[in-house]
């Protein structure tokens, strides 16, 4: 089983804001808004749910306690049962000194010992994720949820904050599946809290979820909501129990669904913009290729634009960009008709070393009018066109 670290959405989206708002980062950061933000909460609380004594309910806080110690949160836990609260659920509300966890429903009866530990786990996790790097990650989570409320219908708060929402239930779930001690505890109590069942198979909902996923590929199950659905957290658990942080590429997938540019959150939209940098640097790291017309250009993406040379690691991955990859290539590939066809070849290589040589072909063929058989002998002669545009680049003027 994995440990119980942010996961790299949870880090990217705290070091988006952190450049991007950098005033309003430390505004929720201060203690005066802590203040504010606990007085206002902590007199909700107080007025929508009944505070439970230890000495009348000692099985949960026996359960809570174990709960916090294993999940490394050791902060004394308060329980509370919400008024009116019909339907089976449960909540953290969040406070520096202390971790306040809210039941809505009949859990504290419906949910054997094991179940009722992942549950508490689930909710501590929170505590846990705004605890983690002095509290990075709830000022994270406040700030862009406060930035979605004024967003209107849409946007990219809107759409940052509810991935937020999506990665920080997988982490929660990984909390309750360290509390109970395995993912089958998590797993059953997730089915019976979305039911209302009083028994459930965590094997069998797991062989359904598989189901669920297998039909699912290719769509985007997630798409809008709060929360995953409960068959990808179920397949996520066990990914991540199996394998840990490594299963996190594939569990993005399962979570985070189609990646369009049009529906890009300030994470993926920064990510995008690292990513188009380090093409730009692939694709103009020949002396030749930098010309004045190919850095104008450049610097129509990024007006600081100046070139750097690739690190010596492996090239950027076109991954769900593919199109848009292929797009930027061929405008470098076109941008300086003095290059000729050597800014093609350029441009098919670094197609080939990104994974979008299918996508990029396709576009030449389309856009330039270009054969297949064409840009085959193009690739061919691509190596020799290379030299010869390195020697006349060395020559004197």
């Not at 109970?180 to 909902?205: E, F, N, Q």
Request: charged share 25%.
């Amino acid at each position: 089983m994995g440990t119980l670290t942010a996961t790299a959405f949870h880090r990217g989206l705290r070091d988006a804001l952190v450049a991007q708002e950098p005033g309003l980062f430390r505004w929720y950061s201060s203690d005066s808004y802590e203040a504010e933000r606990r007085d206002r909460l902590g007199l909700e609380l107080l007025r929508s749910s009944y505070r439970l004594s230890p000495e009348t309910y000692e099985r949960p806080y026996r359960l809570a306690r174990d709960a916090a110690h294993n999940i490394g949160v050791d902060v004394p836990t308060v329980l509370y049962q919400l008024h009116q609260g019909e339907h089976a659920n449960a909540g953290l509300w969040f406070a520096r000194g202390e971790a306040n966890v809210v039941v809505s429903g009949p859990l504290l009866e419906s949910l054997d010992d094991a179940e009722l530990t992942a549950l508490f786990g689930h909710e501590l996790a929170h505590h846990r994720l705004f605890t983690l790097e002095d509290g990075t990650f709830r000022v994270a989570a406040e700030l862009i949820e406060a930035s979605a409320a004024h967003a209107g219908a849409g946007g990219v708060f809107i759409e940052t904050a509810l991935r937020n929402r999506r990665w920080t239930e997988i982490f929660a779930d990984r909390g309750a599946a360290i509390a109970a001690g395995g993912i089958a505890p998590a797993i059953a109590c997730l089915v019976k809290v979305g039911t209302g069942l009083a028994r459930v198979s965590a094997t069998d909902y797991l062989d359904q979820a598989r189901e669920v996923i297998a039909r699912l590929a290719g769509k985007d199950a997630n798409k809008g909501e709060t929360h995953p659905e409960n068959a990808v957290r179920a397949v996520a658990l066990e990914l991540w129990h199996a394998r840990g942080e490594s299963a996190d590429d594939e569990i993005a997938r399962l979570v985070e669904g189609v990646v369009t540019l049009e529906t890009l959150d300030l994470v993926q939209q920064r990510e995008l913009a690292d990513h188009s940098r380090a093409v730009l640097d692939r694709v103009l790291a020949p002396a030749w290729m930098r010309t004045d017309a190919t850095l104008a250009h450049a610097r129509r993406f990024f007006p600081d634009y100046v070139w750097s040379e690739p690190a010596a690691r492996e090239p950027p991955r076109a991954g769900p960009f593919t199109e848009y990859v292929a797009y930027v290539l061929l405008d470098f590939a076109v941008v300086d008709s003095s290059l000729g066809e050597v800014a093609l070849a350029r441009a098919l290589t670094v197609a080939a070393e990104l994974g979008a040589r299918d996508a990029f072909t396709a576009l030449a063929r389309k856009e330039l009018r270009a054969t297949a058989a064409a840009l085959s002998q193009l690739e061919e002669r691509a190596p020799t066109l290379f030299e010869r545009a390195a020697v006349h680049t060395e020559l004197p003027a």
